[in-house]
């Protein structure tokens, strides 16, 4: 099993940054895709950005692309990921949560993924 707790939520002045963590746990060794979703008000969940561990690679959502921007630490004892984005606005409200696989496809967006943070909450204020 793996745990994952995100934290960063809250609310932001548009035009401000944000950086948003996720910690894992447990059994992060059958981790091989990561991923931030977010879910605005009255929409569904979507794929911001996906990575797979080991090599890094990264599938953004187009509509993200540039405007987010992933990191990942896979030091030995810690395994967490990080979404960063600049210039906050109204539209990025929404509860963000991060994701992780065992499949290393999964970051595509092409395949579920398995385990679920429960969220975070962020609101951007005008």
């Known amino acids: 099993q793996v745990q994952l707790a995100e934290s960063g939520g809250g609310l932001v002045q548009a035009g401000g940054s944000r950086r948003l963590s996720c910690a894992a746990s447990g059994r992060t060794l059958s981790v091989y895709s990561m991923g931030w979703f977010r879910q605005a008000p009255g929409k569904g969940r979507e794929l911001v950005v996906g990575i797979r561990m080991g090599d890094g690679s990264t599938y953004y959502k187009p509509t993200y692309e540039g405007r987010f921007t992933i990191s990942r630490d896979e030091s030995k004892n810690a395994l967490s990921l990080s979404l960063q984005k600049n210039n906050m606005e109204p539209e990025d409200t929404a509860v963000y949560s991060c994701?992780?696989?065992?499949?290393?496809?999964?970051?595509?967006?092409?395949?579920?993924?398995?385990?679920w943070g429960q969220g975070t909450p962020v609101t951007v204020s005008t």
């Open positions: 994701a992780a696989s065992s499949d290393s496809t999964a970051y595509t967006g092409r395949r579920d993924f398995e385990c």
